[in-house]
C-alpha cells in the first residue's frame, strides 16, 4: 500500500492567491514525521515545512503552513500569497520511527509522487 | 546553514564504462547518508542508507554489486556506478541529516546521469 499519496499530479494557482497541496500518509507507527519540499526544474531538493507526530501545534515558516490532521492521516501544505517563483515540483514524505532520528540512521524518507504546481500571472 | 555538495551534475558516459558520484557534508558531520534515484517527472526512490564505516544498507530490488556506496568518512559517501547501461540514466541525489537535528534533512543537488 501506499505510504504517501499525492492525488494532484499538477496544479494551477494564479499569482497572490493560496493553494493548498494534498498529502495523506499510512503508518501503524505512532512516532512520525512529515516533510515538505519543493523541487525547481534545477533537481534539488528545498526543505520547505516539518511536521512531527507529537507536535501540537500545525507547522508553520513564512508562507508555507502544514494543515496536519492526525485523525484522517492528512498533512497538507498550504502556500499563501503565490510568486512566480513557487512554480515546482512539490513532494511530501514521511520518516518514520522516532528515536532512530537520534542516532543519524532514521531519516529515511518515503516521498509521495509529487504535485507539479504552475504558478500563473 | 549545514550544506550537501554533490559532484558531479551531469555525467555522460558509454555504456560499460563506471562512474563515481561523490556527497560530502561540508560543514556537518554525517554518519548517515542517503542514496536516492529520481526518474523523469517522478518521485525519489531510496535506494541505499550509507553508514559511515560500515557497509550500506540496500533497499530491496537495488543490486549491491551495480551500485557501489563507501562511506569513509564522516564528510563523504561515494556512489558507484559499474557497467553502466542506459537503464541506469537517472537522477541521482544524496541526503544527509545533522545528527539529534529531526526535521532537517539536506539534499545535495543531484547528479543527471546519461549513459550512451
Known sequence: AQKITQ?????????????TLDCT???SDPSYGLFWYKQPSSGEMIFLIYQGSYDQQNATEGRYSLNFQKARKS???????SQLGDSAMYFCAMREGGGIWITGGGNKLTFGTGTQLKVEL | ????????SR???????????????????????????????QSLMLMATS??????TYEQGVEKDKFLINHASLTLSTLTVTSAHPEDSSFYICSANIRGVREKLFFGSGTQLSVL
Open chain 1, 7 to 19: 492525488t494532484q499530479p499538477g496544479m494551477f494557482v494564479q499569482e497572490k492567491e493560496a493553494v
Open chain 1, 25 to 27: 500518509y499510512d503508518t
Open chain 1, 75 to 81: 498533512a497538507n501544505l498550504v502556500i499563501s500569497a
Open chain 2, 1 to 8: 546553514g549545514a550544506v550537501v555538495s554533490q559532484h558531479p
Open chain 2, 11 to 41: 555525467v555522460i558516459c558509454k555504456s560499460g564504462t563506471s562512474v563515481k558520484i561523490e556527497c560530502r557534508s561540508l560543514d556537518f558531520q554525517a554518519t548517515t547518508m542517503f542514496w536516492y534515484r529520481q526518474f523523469p517527472k
Open chain 2, 51 to 56: 553508514n559511515e564505516g560500515s557497509k550500506a
